[in-house]
């Protein structure tokens, strides 16, 4: 598969080089490459669940290390993983079923199939089940064995019996890499369309009269207020222009083109104007596990001022933002600096920056970083295309989109290999 | 030090000296409160009837209302606080070391005011019920006529007498200390309180008088007692209830000047109208006014300029010393508060030496007209700043206060002479305090934050590089004006170590940071800082990072104005300024927006930081907590009166 491979390398080129701008533009090609790779994947006539994971994990391992920041990548990476083991199990179920009605002779063959050759198909369907469903503390107890022992445990229970019934498994790994392909395509339409989704929520959130503040520019919360405008609703927004990018100047000229009252302030005049502002609307970049919110730049400063004042502190989010790892030292480790240049004019500096070229250090600094960790406990409320939701009930929407083996993705099992 | 503040406790009310006090530099070994009775006459405004202290004396310094002559002369005529501003200036720096004590003081004063509030009511029982009778005075006291005016009289001169022994006790104590100046303002602070404490309690005392005017004549003998032996506790508490009386209530007249005049509000279309009929500059109102501010004054910028320069040459009423002074507010030349406040005074000084009193006219009242036409027209190019108006309500009661018998060029040099003091001693001296104190803050290693650019703030940093300290400073700035990167290029030029950031990334900063320093355009006496826009989010970020931020202000620059967000008062700037970023010509969204009906740009100029953001306010007279600031506009405002 070269062609798959010049791809991934072009596309982890782009990354490196920051080319591709924007968390939604990032997963829907994120998960448009992945989707070719497991089309170009040639699926082994066992375990093809278990080939496919790790086609996709050795991608993803490149994808997220080309760009560790841009946490949608691995996002979308464990979506796919997590999609694949989804769809595993639920042909596996409908296979159980299947059989169960036929004949209960088959038992065997059955748990071959799954993988699972100790186990009865009563125990594989209550596991099926238990991934579908959402995980309850008791799925969760049954569940670790299980699904630990889906990609490994197959290979080794495979080639048993893998003879036997050869035609009917190619149907069926043609039928899983179909059904995968389908479900990746859903995801794509997902993210391109989540703004729609969040959208639609805008006039429950946004009521006449309303004084909106927001920081910088961001696709979801343009398309958010102009729904609520498209509903009759008249509201006035401030927009905080989000230096150094000046994002801002952006997102009020399409405000006003969409016949929205709105006024461009400097960030620095954000708290003057805060306390007459009844909501702030933000996009994120990322948001962690813990109900944390990666952000652009400056929405720290933003949510302090509102948690002050007492103004609800709401971020939008398609799924594909939710992150499932918990951050650590995000200011830090999940920053990335942007070039002197957007701050200071090297021309005007030049003689005062030279400082370096001596054995002395140098005496100017700049920083720019790029996203700002706003802590769970400013955060209002979180609204993504699933409805609105609580920063603490975060950890649980993640369990829906991303299975828990999925979570470290770079270290690769040492029995996988 | 413990023992004076012992001795405090005990007798001093005076714990309100919250910067430098000193001792007389000569204390004349007579002296005793009664002398000190005649500066104190003497400077009453004519309007006040001095109560007299006690009879005898009273007849002898009759208040001739001829008040400036002791006000203008002050520096080389006053007999008792011996005021020497030449000495003051020039002699004394404040001890380094000094500042941590003040802090102390500054508590102190606290609890005490607080004590005096709660006493307040009962100061008169107290005063009352005070058992030893009879001592010197009595018989003095007994002899005059009307008991009605005699309680009131005489209780104002336990107020002063009270402060009087204070004050005499408070030098035999301090006399080490350096710094004259503070000790002439204290007695002359104290003076006054014990005047307006005497106004005060006049009322009460006539009221107390017609209930029970037995309790007149006795109120008196209080004061010889607490001055003879260690005083009471009792009467120090009266004594300070007496001077919190004062302080707190001024006298009606005194009252309603305080109050500052409202503000114009420039929603408010007929007065509008009325105002721009006197105006020199020529200005057209903004388009897309943002409807929050639509009682500020915003204007279309950039018109105003080219006309004003073509009128150089007309010479209208306004002098050209303020006329150039003016241009360079509008285009923006001079800005920073001190350096407008002392461009104001110098172009004030040459109007009023090129000034010539007109026929069958006084120069008070037509220079002071004058001053405030050249006051209207600054405002026309730019509004004032805190500091400036303080100022120029200093250099307005001069005025007034000039003696009728001072001819014109007398006056003219006096006035000039003023000018110069306060330029002197209220900015440029402040400032060298402010240095001292702040430089006691920084420590090595210390990674030290300020926003955009204070003057204080980068002679606190240039001094304390050298003085040899190693710390790193992180200048943070935002648009539109950036003045960060001047700051930071002076500081980098002079060999510090700088890190410039953008307001946005204060939250990444604020990790390594160990102290911000922040400059303030004025202090109101809420605490809240009024400063330029973005301070109070430095603030905010500061203290969610448990960083302690001190302001540094003069206080000159302090007024007892409120103001609880930072937009009921402001200033706009510039909405071109916002749509334009310099440097970046791919960010050109804006380019045409004033054809936008929906957009508005606002240039916010100040914001207000909430006092509980404030770990420390850092000025002239010490540095003190943002609560403080109401005792320093309280007691220090009659200074500026001084000049």
Redesign the interface.
């Known amino acids: 598969m070269p062609d798959v491979q010049v791809l991934v390398n072009d596309f982890i080129n782009k990354l490196r080089k920051r080319k591709i701008e924007g968390s939604q533009a990032t997963s829907r090609q994120t998960a448009e490459l992945l989707r070719s790779v497991i089309s170009q994947t040639r699926v082994p006539y066992t375990n093809q669940a278990g080939a496919l994971i790790d086609a996709v994990r050795a991608v993803g391992e490149q994808l997220i290390a080309a760009n560790p920041v841009e946490l949608a990548v691995g996002n979308i990476v464990r979506r796919v993983l997590h999609i694949i083991r989804e769809e595993d199990l639920s042909l596996a179920t409908a296979a159980v079923a299947g059989l169960g009605l036929s004949s209960v002779s088959d038992d065997e063959d059955d748990a071959e199939r799954d993988n699972h050759p100790v186990l009865s198909a009563a125990v594989v369907a209550a596991a099926a089940r238990s991934t579908l469903r959402p995980p309850s503390l008791q799925t969760l107890l049954e569940d670790v064995p299980d699904s630990g022992a889906v990609p490994h445990t197959s290979s080794s229970g495979g080639d048993s019996e893998g003879k036997s019934k050869s035609a009917d498994k190619s149907s069926r790994s043609r039928k899983l890499k179909h059904d995968v392909i389908e479900a990746l395509n859903e995801l794509i339409q997902d993210i391109t369309t989540c703004h729609e989704l969040i959208a639609e929520q805008a006039v429950e959130h946004i009521h006449q009269n309303e004084v909106i503040l927001t920081l910088g520019s961001s696709r979801t919360v343009l398309e958010f207020l102009c729904a609520a405008k498209e509903k009759k609703r008249s509201f006035r927004v ?1 927009v905080a ?4 990018r ?1 994002q801002g ?2 997102l ?2 399409d ?2 083109t969409r ?15 805060i ?2 502002v009844n909501m702030v609307i933000v996009g994120a970049h990322a948001v962690m596990a813990n109900g944390g919110v990666i952000a652009p ?2 929405l ?2 933003v949510a ?2 509102a948690q ?1 004042h007492a103004v609800p502190f709401v971020v939008l989010a398609g799924s594909h933002k939710l992150c499932p790892l918990y951050p650590h030292n995000p ?1 830090v480790l999940l ?1 990335e600096l942007r070039s ?1 240049s ?4 090297f021309g ?2 030049s003689d ?1 920056m030279d400082f370096g070229t001596g054995t002395a ?1 140098p ?7 790029t996203f ?2 706003v802590p769970p406990k400013l955060v209002s409320l979180f609204i993504t295309d699933t409805g609105g939701h609580n920063p603490s009930y975060v950890y649980r929407l993640i369990a829906d989109y991303y299975s828990a083996d999925d979570l470290v993705v770079q270290q690769r099992p040492p029995t996988a290999s | 030090m413990e023992a004076r503040r012992a001795s405090r406790t005990v007798s001093d009310p005076k714990v309100r000296h919250v910067g430098f006090f000193t001792p007389d530099p000569n204390p004349q070994p007579g002296w005793n409160p009664l002398a000190s009775d005649t500066p104190v006459s003497n400077s009453l405004s004519p309007v006040m009837i001095p109560p007299p202290r006690q009879p005898s004396d009273r007849t002898a310094a009759v208040p001739v209302p001829e008040t400036g002559i002791r006000r203008q002369t002050g520096a080389d005529q006053v007999p008792v606080g011996s005021y020497n501003p030449s000495e003051s200036l020039l002699g004394s720096s404040p001890a380094p070391s000094s500042p941590s004590s003040r802090v102390g003081l500054v508590d102190g004063e606290f609890s005490e005011e607080s004590n005096g509030w709660f006493r307040r009511s009962e100061s008169g029982k107290y005063a009352s019920s005070l058992p030893d009778t009879m001592v010197d005075r009595a018989p003095e006291n007994s002899a005059s006529a009307a008991p009605v005016l005699e309680s009131k009289k005489s209780v104002e001169a336990t107020g002063k007498g009270g402060k009087a022994v204070v004050e005499e006790q408070n030098e035999v104590q301090s006399s080490s200390m350096p710094l004259k100046e503070k000790t002439t303002k204290a007695e002359r602070r104290a003076l006054q309180e014990a005047q307006r404490a005497a106004k005060a309690s006049g009322k009460e005392g006539n009221k107390s008088a017609a209930v029970s005017q037995g309790a007149a004549p006795v109120k008196p003998v209080k004061q010889p007692s607490q001055k003879k032996d260690g005083p009471p506790v009792s009467v120090s508490v009266s004594v300070v209830s007496f001077d919190k009386k004062g302080g707190d209530r001024p006298p009606e007249k005194e009252r309603k000047k305080d109050v500052p005049a409202p503000r114009m509000q420039f929603d408010d279309k007929s007065r509008v109208q009325k105002a721009k009929k006197h105006a020199v500059v020529k200005q057209t109102e903004a388009r897309n006014r943002v409807e929050l501010f639509r009682h500020l004054p915003q204007y279309e910028h950039g018109t105003q300029l080219p006309d004003l320069e073509s009128k150089f040459f007309q010479l209208d009423p306004v002098h050209p010393a303020i006329y150039k002074v003016g241009l360079q507010y509008l285009a923006g030349d001079i800005s920073g508060g001190n350096a407008r406040c002392i461009a104001m005074l110098q172009a004030f000084k040459e109007a009023i030496e090129d000034y010539s009193t007109p026929q069958e006219k006084t120069l008070a009242r037509d220079l002071t007209a004058k001053i405030s036409s050249y006051v209207s027209f600054f405002i026309e190019c730019r509004p004032l700043s805190i500091g400036m108006g303080n100022a120029i309500r200093s250099l307005k009661t001069r005025i007034t206060d000039l003696p009728l018998t001072l001819s014109e060029s007398e006056a003219k040099a006096a006035l000039c002479s003023d000018i110069e003091h306060f330029i002197n001693e209220k900015i440029i001296l402040a400032d060298k305090v402010i240095v001292r104190h702040a430089v006691t803050k920084i420590r090595d290693g210390d990674v030290l934050l300020t926003y955009g650019s204070s003057c204080v703030v980068e002679m606190i940093l240039l001094y304390a590089h050298e003085m040899g300290k190693q710390f790193r400073v992180v200048v943070v700035d935002s648009r539109p004006k950036l003045e960060g990167q001047a700051l930071l290029r002076r500081l980098v030029a002079k060999g510090l170590s700088c890190t410039y950031s953008h307001i946005n990334a204060l939250s990444y900063v604020m990790h390594e940071v160990t102290k911000v320093f922040l400059g303030a355009a004025s202090v109101l006496s809420n605490g809240t800082v009024y400063s330029r826009v973005g301070t109070a989010s430095v603030a905010m970020v500061a203290n969610a990072f448990h960083v302690p931020v001190l302001i540094c202000c003069e206080a000159y620059k302090f007024h007892e104005r409120v103001q609880l967000d930072s937009i009921c008062f402001n200033e706009l700037g510039d909405p071109d300024a916002i749509a334009k970023v310099s440097g970046r010509t791919d960010v050109n969204y804006l380019n045409n927006w004033a054809n936008k009906e929906n957009l508005q740009l606002l240039n916010l100029m100040y914001d207000a930081t909430p006092s509980d953001y404030i770990s420390m306010i850092v000025t002239d007279y010490g540095m003190i907590p943002p609560t403080s600031v109401p005792v320093i506009v309280r007691e220090y405002r009659r200074d500026h009166v001084f000049i």
């Open positions: 401030f222009e989000g230096a150094p000046y100047h952006l009020a000229k405000l006003v016949g929205l009252q709105t006024t461009l302030i400097t960030d620095s005049a954000v708290f003057a104007m306390s007459r730049v400056g720290n400063m302090l001022a002050r200011e920053n002197p957007e701050l200071l004019d005007e500096f005062c250090s005496l100017l600094h700049v920083v720019n970083p700002d960790y």
